[in-house]
């Protein structure tokens, strides 16, 4: 009767496939249930630790079929492309702030922008003539209010 109200069955077997589409919440549960709470740069640590809660939801949803659970991998990647670049940049041991900055840099390099530089390192980016400070210099002898 469990089997029955967990997956309806057409046939007299159960495809790969099936318990794929009906395992993969349990899956994405399990795995959230670890990944909300960690920072995304300690995912890869705590690898073990998501394989066992994985291992134990999914052991407990597939028992129903009759299927048992011997051993279980897990490999965690965002699906999101900007999310990939960005956790490769903090892995490289960069801030959050710094990540953001070069990620950003990366892109404006892509579409040829000059000032891209400017991004990584987190300086303005002057057109035209660069900025020439003009500091007083004493005892010059030049003109001005105390030379006049």
């Given at each position: 009767m469990a089997l029955v109200t967990h997956m309806p069955i057409a046939e007299h077997l159960i495809t790969a496939k099936q318990v794929n589409e009906y395992a993969t919440p349990v899956v994405e549960q399990a795995i959230n249930q670890v990944v909300q709470v960690t920072p995304l740069e300690r995912v890869n640590e705590k690898i073990h630790e998501i394989g066992e809660v994985v291992h134990s939801h999914l052991q407990d949803f597939l028992k129903v079929f009759g299927i048992t659970l011997d051993t279980v991998k897990v490999l965690i990647f965002p699906r999101d492309e900007r999310m990939r670049a960005l956790i490769s940049l903090r892995a490289f041991g960069l801030q959050e702030i710094d990540a953001v900055r070069y990620y950003i840099a990366m892109l404006m390099a892509e579409h040829g922008l000059v000032s891209a530089p400017n991004m990584a390192i987190g300086e303005a980016f002057h057109i035209g003539a660069p900025v020439q400070a003009?500091?007083?210099?004493?005892?010059?002898g030049g003109r001005g209010p105390a030379g006049a």
């Open positions: 003009t500091l007083p210099v004493a005892g010059l």
